[in-house]
């Protein structure tokens, strides 16, 4: 049987728990074990890596976007660059790394 509780009616039970003076050690171990139950646990979230894609333009010139994945990237495209008069060409988005990066800079000089 499985019962749903509120944050304030679990915080009562931890409560009532931890400030109980118990008569027999196996009691004391069983409300020791409620209460860890009952202690949410720390989730560890992992930092997000975005990626350097570059793309072109079909009349010429390029940009770069940041994300995930190569859809991610082609998403972020059509997000930034969907309404400009240069259409950008989704298909030459790319994963990009820095020596390309500064090989693009160094050609478009």
């Known amino acids: ?5 509120t944050k304030d009616e679990i915080s009562l039970v931890k409560e ?3 400030t109980k003076r118990y008569t027999y050690m196996s009691s004391k171990l069983m409300a020791d074990g409620i209460v860890k139950k009952l202690t ?7 930092p997000v890596v975005l990626k350097t894609y570059i ?3 079909i009349g ?3 940009n770069t976007v940041y994300a995930k994945t ?4 082609i998403k972020e495209v ?3 660059y969907g ?3 240069s259409q950008p060409d989704y298909d030459s988005v790319r994963l990009c790394n820095q020596k390309q990066y500064e090989c693009a800079i160094e050609q478009s000089r």
């Open 60 to 62: 010429g010139g390029w």
């Open 78 to 80: 059509k997000r930034i």
């Open 1 to 5: 049987m499985k019962i749903e509780l």
């Open 55 to 57: 793309f072109n333009f």
């Open 83 to 85: 309404e400009i008069k």
């Open 16 to 18: 009532i728990l931890e």
């Open 70 to 73: 190569k859809r991610g990237a």
């Open 40 to 46: 949410p646990k720390p989730t560890v979230k992992k």
